[in-house]
Structure formats: C-alpha cells, structure tokens
C-alpha cells in the first residue's frame, strides 16, 4: 500500500517538475532573448528587426513542420559549402577529418552566413506553410553588420570539430614546437560546453556523452560551445569571461576566461 | 606575536603570487596584457589567420609602435618608427605570406622570400629578456631546431643557403663556420686575441643583433652603427661600428697590425677593402679583400701571406702594386 503511494506521488512530482518546466523553460528564454539582438521582431533593440512581425521565437523555432537538423528549427538552412580554418597550413594536421559545419553551427550560419534571407522560415507564424518575414534593413545580413560571419571561416576558431582523446594528446605532444597552447576539455560545470556533432578526428567520433541520461551524443565544438543564442546582458552572447571592455585598445573585452575553459598552458 | 606570523605568511605569499606572474611569458602576462588572448585573438578573426584581430605586423604594431590608426605606443620596444627605416627586414610587404605551421626556407627558388615577425617570435613564449625564446631554427650544419638555441640559429633560418636566396646575399653559415681560418665569434669563441678589443670582449661571444638591428636602422646591412664600406677619410663616425669593439686608439697607433694609421688615416682605406666582418675563409684576421677596390697584382694574385710573424700582400690597390711587399709583423 505504502509502495503504491509513493509510487503514485513521484508520478506527481514528475508531472509537476515537467509542467514546471515546459512552463519555465519558454519564459526564461523569452525573457532572456527579448532584450538581446537575437529578438528580430519589431520590438527588437537592434538594428536587424522585421518591418511588422512580432512573434520572437518564430525567427530560429517553430513547435510544428520543423527541419531535420534539430527540433523545432524554423530557419531555413544554408547549402553553403564554407572556407574552414582547415585550410590554413599547420592545422590541416589536426582538422584532417572535419566536414562542413554541422548541427547547432549549421543553424546559426543559416543566418550569420549572409546567404539565406533573415525571415525565410519554413513555417510561417499562424496557418499555412514556409515564407519569408520582411526585414527593415533588406533580406540578408551584410558584410558591415556585426554578426556578420560569411562563408570564408578561415579566421574563425573551428566548429564541428569532434573532441576526443585522440586530438587532445594529439595537440598536446606539441609537435609543431614550442608556443602552442595546449587542449583540454572544459571542467564538468563549466558554461563553456561541448555540444553534439557527427564530425570525427581520427576516425574517431568526439567523446560518448549520455547527459541527460537517454540523450546519448558525441562531443565537440559548436558555435553554442561559447556563444548562447538566449543569453542576454553579455558581450557578443558569450557564455563565460566578458571581461571590462578597454576603449585604449578597442577590443570589446578580456575574454581570457572563456579561453582558458579548453586552452591552458603552453607548449613549452 | 601571531599577528606577525600571520603578517610574514601573507607578505611570503605574495611575494610567491609576484614571482608566479614574473615567470609567465610577456603577452600571458596580464599585468602587461590585460586584454588577455583578446589582446591579439578574436573568436571570428581575420580571414586565415588563427583568429587575429587584424593580419600581422598590424596586429603587432597596435602595441609595439604608435600604428597609422594612432593607438598608444605600450611596449618599450617601438618596433613600427624601426620598421619605417631605410633598412629594414620588408615585413610590411611580405609578412601575409607567412603560413601558420610553415616550415622555412621555402622549398623552391620560384617561391617569393618572405618575413614576418612570426618568423623570429613566439608570441605566446616571448620573453621581455628572451624576445625571439620559442623561434624555430637551423644550427650552423643545418640542423633543424624546434627551438633555436641563439639568435644566430634563427637567422639562418633565410640567411644560409636557400633555394630562393638572392645571388647577392650572403650565405652567413659559411662565413661563421668554425673551420675558417678566422670569423667573428658568432659560433664559438674566437682563436684571435687582438690587442684592440674594448675590455671584456677578448674570448667572448657575440650574437648577430651586436652589429645588426633586425627591426630596422639608418645604416645600410641594417647596422647597428655607422660602417662606411667605401674608402674616404678615416673619423670616429665612419667606422663607428668596429670601433664600438676595437679601440679606434689602439687601431690607429698601429698596436694590432703595423700599417692600420697610414692605410686608414693616410690613404682612406676602409675596413672593408681588407676584412670581411663575418669571417674569412683562408685568411687570418678576418682579411678578404673588396673585389671592388682591391685587384690581383703583376703577379696576377690577389692574396695575403703571413710567413712566421711577417705578413704580405700580392694585389693591386688604386694602382698601388703590392709585390710580395712586407707590410708588418703580424
């Protein structure tokens, strides 16, 4: 009888916390998102924002007619194929393996990659199907805007790149000499995470992650790794490390902290 | 009694917090780079690059020199008013086609030649004391080093025999071998005591950046000092490179060869016309005779002898003929 009653309140609790938190969950990020650069909505605060729509989510997510690449994604992807950093001499050697972006890097080139229209959503907001919102500042992000990115990723840090043992003590025979930094993983509750990617180094896929249990995925590094697309009051939506930006030298901030999550230490 | 032990803790911890700091490299240093890897590196950095802010030496000279953006000048070393030198390593022409991971010399003599700052630094391992610590290199023989050992090393990175090496420029390895019969004591120290050397040079070793100025000068070879390769009268000034290690008294009291005062002072030789000032292959005392002035005599020779303690000359110089002619004790 017992048994039966504390089986029966735990359903309860479970219902409770899931409710809570598909209750929660949506909140947080439209409090978060609203004051960002990411509400693209009218009541956006930045420059990029549609010329009547005012639905926020409805840019990256739609609970209906999603594409494959990760649910409830709305955007439309890009079929770009992009310039990675692999194709600069001494890192072919640990990138060997890298394909295009893929998963969360994916959806956020569909926009920061300059070539599919800001508003073209695979399912518009109320009944019907696929369309594109109109933007005041025209249909793409341009190379002057801030977030722009492109499609020559040369200079950027990698993404999708699989994270796993293999590339760790690759990277840390320091076989290129002295002065590289060296790779680690991010400590266990650090905000710099690795996300899930299908890339592989050395045959290899990244790290088996099975968090939360049943959501089994291997590990490497996204664009999400540092950036979270919600997160709102930081530099550049980075997760960790904003540091005081330093009008003498014009960079927007220290953010030695979010490197030192992976790279500590030199080659010596 | 505990206040004080607790006051000595703290001030020896400190101490050990400033000492941690004093060993860290120059750019980790965030008492010095208190940008930190923003300093220098931006998640989205320019197009091939490992995510640089802006392409080297731009990128350098935002803290190395006072930048044509007008960003204050920070370090000490005012790299960028050198590098506006008449001589100079070309970096700002050449440095973007530096590749990260590259291996030098480049491998065929149709590649163009090329310096970066990269090429002599290490940025994340650059020391204030130890400014090129962490370059890669070559020793005298050719043998790859990770990290070069002197600043000599690194030289002969693009100044040994290169494939692409201009026919003018010198192989430098060559003219410091050990084996020569005489040489500036860049390799090892050298076998000649000579009676001219400032106090304390005698036995020494020197380094490449004693006469040169790798960033840039006024003077041509990119000289630390004056040095006058052509023949004209003799002053402090124009030979003020040799004479900031060979008394310029001594030279011309005739101390370390007998006939210095009348070929310097009274017929405006230059140190050149006889020595070679990286080394000499045959001759002692470091003497390798300017092709421009110096001509092979009646004998058809043009040559220097040392018999015993006495030297002397086979050559024609300014239509002065030098038989066999005895022109001192050694």
Same mark, same amino acid.
């Given at each position: 009888?017992?048994?039966?009653?504390?089986?029966?309140?735990?359903?309860?609790?479970?219902?409770?916390?899931?409710?809570?938190?598909?209750?929660?969950?949506?909140? !947080?990020?439209?409090?978060?998102?609203?004051?960002?650069?990411?509400?693209?909505?009218?009541?956006? &605060?930045?420059?990029?924002?549609?010329?009547?729509?005012?639905?926020?989510?409805?840019?990256?997510?739609? #609970?209906?007619?999603?594409?494959?690449?990760?649910?409830?994604?709305?955007?439309?992807?890009? *079929?770009?194929?992009?310039?990675?950093?692999?194709?600069?001499?001494?890192? &072919?050697?640990?990138?060997?393996?890298?394909?295009?972006?893929?998963?969360?890097?994916?959806?956020?080139?569909?926009?920061?990659?300059? *070539?599919?229209?800001?508003?073209?959503? !695979?399912?518009? #907001?109320? #009944?019907?199907?696929?369309?594109?919102?109109?933007?005041?500042?025209?249909?793409?992000?341009?190379?002057?805007?801030?977030?722009?990115?492109?499609?020559?990723?040369?200079?950027?840090?990698?993404?999708?790149?699989?994270?796993?043992?293999?590339?760790?003590?690759?990277?840390?025979?320091?076989?290129?000499?002295?002065?590289?930094?060296?790779?680690?993983? &991010?400590?266990?509750?650090?905000?710099?995470?690795?996300? &899930?990617?299908?890339?592989?180094?050395?045959?290899?896929?990244?790290?088996?992650?099975?968090?939360?249990?049943?959501?089994?995925?291997?590990?490497?590094?996204?664009?999400?790794?540092?950036?979270?697309?919600?997160?709102?009051?930081?530099?550049?939506?980075?997760?960790?490390?904003?540091?005081?930006?330093? #009008?003498?030298?014009?960079?927007?901030?220290? !953010?030695?902290?979010?490197?030192?999550?992976?790279?500590?230490?030199?080659?010596? | 009694?505990?206040?004080?032990?607790?006051?000595?803790?703290?001030?020896?911890?400190?101490?050990?917090?400033?000492?941690?700091?004093?060993?860290?490299?120059?750019?980790?240093?965030?008492?010095?780079?208190?940008?930190?890897?923003?300093?220098?590196?931006?998640?989205?950095?320019?197009?091939?690059?490992?995510?640089?802010?802006?392409?080297?030496?731009?990128?350098?000279?935002?803290?190395?020199?006072?930048?044509?953006?007008?960003?204050?000048?920070?370090?000490?070393?005012?790299?960028?008013?050198?590098? +506006?030198?008449?001589? +100079?390593?070309?970096?700002?022409?050449?440095?973007?086609?530096?590749?990260?991971?590259?291996?030098?010399?480049?491998?065929?003599?149709?590649?163009?030649?090329?310096?970066?700052?990269?090429?002599?630094?290490?940025?994340? $391992?650059?020391?204030?004391?130890?400014? =090129?610590?962490?370059?890669?290199?070559?020793? $005298?023989?050719?043998?790859?080093?990770?990290?070069?050992?002197?600043?000599?090393?690194?030289?002969?990175?693009?100044?040994?025999?290169?494939?692409?090496?201009?026919?003018?420029?010198?192989? =430098?390895?060559?003219?410091?071998?050990?084996?020569?019969?005489?040489?500036?004591? $860049?390799?090892?120290?050298?076998?000649? +005591?000579?009676?001219?050397?400032?106090?304390?040079?005698?036995?020494?070793?020197?380094?490449?950046?004693?006469?040169?100025?790798?960033?840039?000068?006024?003077?041509?070879?990119?000289?630390?000092?004056?040095?006058?390769?052509?023949?004209?009268?003799?002053?402090?000034?124009?030979?003020?490179?040799?004479?900031?290690?060979?008394?310029?008294?001594?030279?011309?009291?005739?101390?370390?060869? +007998?006939?210095?005062?009348?070929?310097?002072?009274?017929?405006?030789?230059?140190?050149?016309?006889?020595?070679?000032?990286?080394?000499?292959?045959?001759?002692?005392?470091?003497?390798?005779?300017?092709?421009?002035?110096?001509?092979?005599?009646?004998?058809?020779?043009?040559?220097?002898?040392?018999?015993?303690?006495?030297?002397?000359?086979?050559?024609?110089?300014?239509?002065?003929?030098?038989?066999?002619?005895?022109?001192?004790?050694?």
């Amino acid at each position: 009888m017992n048994r039966q009653v504390s089986r029966e309140r735990i359903m309860w609790i479970r219902a409770l916390a899931l409710t809570g938190f598909l209750l929660f969950v949506p909140g !947080v990020c439209r409090a978060g998102i609203v004051t960002t650069k990411h509400n693209l909505s009218l009541t956006g &605060p930045g420059s990029i924002k549609a010329t009547i729509e005012q639905e926020i989510c409805v840019f990256c997510h739609t #609970p209906h007619g999603a594409t494959t690449e990760l649910p409830l994604w709305n955007h439309q992807l890009s *079929t770009q194929v992009y310039t990675l950093p692999s194709t600069l001499a001494g890192w &072919p050697k640990l990138l060997t393996t890298v394909q295009k972006p893929d998963k969360a890097s994916r959806l956020c080139l569909s926009c920061h990659d300059g *070539t599919v229209a800001i508003g073209l959503l !695979v399912n518009m #907001p109320g #009944p019907g199907s696929g369309g594109k919102i109109t933007m005041q500042t025209g249909d793409f992000m341009i190379a002057t805007d801030y977030g722009y990115i492109g499609t020559d990723l040369s200079g950027s840090h990698p993404v999708s790149i699989a994270v796993n043992d293999q590339l760790i003590a690759d990277k840390n025979a320091c076989t290129t000499g002295p002065g590289a930094y060296l790779l680690q993983y &991010p400590p266990d509750g650090d905000p710099v995470k690795l996300k &899930p990617t299908d890339n592989k180094y050395g045959g290899n896929p990244g790290r088996s992650v099975v968090t939360p249990p049943g959501f089994a995925y291997n590990e490497g590094v996204q664009c999400t790794s540092c950036h979270d697309p919600h997160l709102a009051g930081v530099v550049d939506f980075l997760v960790k490390g904003t540091g005081t930006a330093d #009008p003498t030298k014009g960079h927007p901030g220290n !953010v030695s902290a979010l490197c030192d999550s992976c790279h500590q230490g030199v080659c010596p | 009694m505990k206040r004080k032990i607790f006051l000595a803790v703290f001030v020896l911890s400190q101490l050990f917090v400033l000492k941690a700091y004093s060993e860290l490299a120059s750019h980790n240093d965030k008492f010095k780079v208190n940008n930190g890897c923003s300093a220098c590196h931006s998640g989205h950095g320019k197009k091939r690059t490992p995510m640089l802010r802006n392409t080297v030496p731009v990128l350098c000279y935002a803290c190395h020199g006072a930048n044509p953006e007008g960003a204050l000048t920070l370090a000490s070393q005012d790299v960028y008013f050198a590098m +506006r030198k008449r001589y +100079r390593h070309p970096v700002d022409e050449t440095a973007r086609r530096h590749k990260t991971g590259e291996t030098l010399p480049e491998k065929s003599p149709a590649d163009p030649r090329h310096v970066s700052c990269l090429d002599c630094h290490s940025p994340h $391992i650059s020391e204030k004391n130890d400014p =090129t610590r962490g370059a890669s290199g070559y020793t $005298i023989s050719g043998m790859k080093q990770m990290e070069a050992q002197k600043i000599s090393d690194i030289c002969y990175k693009c100044h040994a025999e290169n494939p692409n090496k201009p026919f003018a420029s010198p192989d =430098t390895s060559l003219d410091f071998n050990p084996v020569n019969a005489s040489y500036h004591p $860049i390799e090892r120290a050298s076998k000649e +005591r000579s009676v001219s050397l400032v106090s304390g040079a005698a036995g020494a070793k020197i380094g490449c950046t004693d006469c040169h100025v790798p960033h840039g000068s006024d003077y041509e070879y990119m000289l630390r000092y004056n040095y006058r390769k052509e023949d004209g009268a003799e002053s402090l000034s124009a030979y003020e490179l040799c004479y900031s290690c060979h008394k310029r008294d001594s030279i011309l009291a005739d101390q370390s060869f +007998r006939q210095h005062r009348r070929h310097i002072v009274f017929e405006g030789v230059s140190c050149k016309t006889c020595h070679n000032a990286h080394g000499s292959r045959n001759n002692s005392r470091l003497i390798e005779f300017n092709p421009a002035v110096v001509k092979p005599g009646k004998t058809g020779m043009m040559r220097y002898m040392k018999t015993g303690r006495e030297v002397s000359c086979f050559l024609n110089c300014h239509s002065a003929e030098h038989t066999g002619v005895s022109v001192g004790k050694k």
